[in-house]
């Protein structure tokens, strides 16, 4: 696991930049942390670091946007999810097989159905307003990438 603390909005674009830019395709990003936590700048920053030009939001009644053309990124809200019939109805196994990489908001309410080789990102507030503690673990995350 990897523990950064940043210190603002745009050094933890500067985190996000840094791990998107490592990501091939099929890759499946959870998110763990409450409201206003960052999830969707981090997911701005993953666009950006894949290369991909998009204006990211918060997937809230979208349930999933679509970012990029050859390279793909969906990004998932899943807060309102608390069932598996909810799940199936948004089509998150079939984006599975799609070789595109799923960021995956309140990833709490489907941990039982993420894939095995998931990357777990944990966002908490840090010191102040504006600084945030990412806790980093799975495939991709290498200690000596993020100093």
Known sequence: MVIVETSSYEETIEYAKKLGSVLKGGEVIAYFGG???GKTTFTSGLCE??????????PTFALVNEYGNSKKLYHFDMYRISS???????????YLD????LAIEWSENIENAL???YIRIE??????????????SGDKIYEDSWS
């Open 35 to 37: 409201l206003g936590m």
């Open 49 to 58: 670091g894949m290369g991909i030009k998009a204006e990211v939001s918060s």
């Open 84 to 94: 598996f019939d909810d799940l199936c109805s948004t089509g998150f196994f079939d």
């Open 98 to 101: 799609t070789n595109a990489v």
């Open 115 to 117: 894939p095995e080789n």
């Open 123 to 136: 966002i908490e507030h840090g010191k102040t307003d504006e600084s945030r503690i990412l806790k980093m």
